[in-house]
């Protein structure tokens, strides 16, 4: 062999030596996702995160992640189209092994927006967006079907236009005049108990009857710059979560391999 020849031991490393194999989980910690105050449940769900590792912190992970719930589980009632109702909430920080969260969006499920359509009546779309008190902007998409008056011997109940620009008038004044006087917290409220469709279908009637006037979305589109002290303060009492505490972990029992019958 001449001199300084490459035995190709660079190559591909010797012959026959293995990874080492590291299991995935022992790198990951669990988390309890907590909701804002306004809901009964507050750990509504679990989730995992990669630990610390160099200036990648678990915080930098975890912050900005969204998360869906059914309403009718947060609020344990289901009363209403609260089953139908789908909510997310978005991580903004951290406290321990608690992700405080705030309202990032709900809407209503696919199958009950399509079981309200009927066929000789017009539907009324409306798109509103509303400023809170406390500096968040939140769309509103809401939808209301005309139906037929007390009496009414015609087949259908067509709307003329310019009643369905008043009914929208109506919708969007009404929206922003009572979201513009509440925090963000409120708002979700007055959503997710049927308050503001209730008041919004009773204002409307006069105009036109209206059956089934429903939000059948509303999501944040825009927020302040999030102050972590705020946020807190605004969860108040922050259930105690069991994932950093040691557990004790079961032994399966040893079980006899049953004898052949001879």
């Known amino acids: 062999m001449a001199m300084g020849k490459n035995k190709r031991v660079s190559k591909g490393g010797k012959r026959g030596s293995k990874k080492k194999v590291v299991e995935p989980m022992m790198k990951k910690e669990w988390f309890d996702v907590v909701a804002p105050r306004n809901f009964k449940v507050r750990q509504f769900a679990k989730t995992i995160c990669n630990k610390t590792i160099g200036i990648r912190t678990v915080a930098d992970n975890m912050k900005g992640r969204v998360y869906e719930g059914n309403l009718a589980d947060l609020d344990q009632s289901t009363t209403k189209d609260q089953p139908f109702k ?19 969006s709900m809407n209503m499920t696919t199958d009950k927006v399509r079981s309200l359509f009927r066929k000789w009546c017009t539907t009324i779309e409306s798109v509103v967006d509303c400023t809170t008190k406390d500096g968040y902007v939140v769309r509103f998409f809401v939808t209301a079907f005309t139906s037929r008056s007390k009496g009414q011997l015609s087949k259908n109940c067509y709307a003329p236009g310019k009643l369905e620009k008043w009914v929208r008038l109506r919708i969007t004044r009404m929206l922003k005049k009572r979201i513009g006087s509440v925090s963000l917290n409120r708002a979700v409220s007055l959503l997710s108990h049927d308050i ?19 939000i ?3 999501k944040v589109v825009r927020s302040p710059k999030l102050d972590a002290q705020k946020l807190v303060e605004s969860h108040v009492k922050i259930p105690e979560s069991v ?7 079961e032994v399966a029992a040893v079980v006899a391999a049953p004898v052949a019958a001879e």
């Open 86 to 104: 789908k909510i997310k909430l978005q991580v903004g920080e951290v406290v321990g092994r608690n992700l405080l969260t705030t309202f990032h």
């Open 243 to 249: 994932e950093d505490k040691a557990r004790v972990v």
């Open 216 to 218: 059948v979305k509303a």
């Open 196 to 214: 503001l469709t209730d008041s919004l279908q009773e204002r409307c009637n006069p105009i036109l009857p209206i059956r089934d006037l429903k």
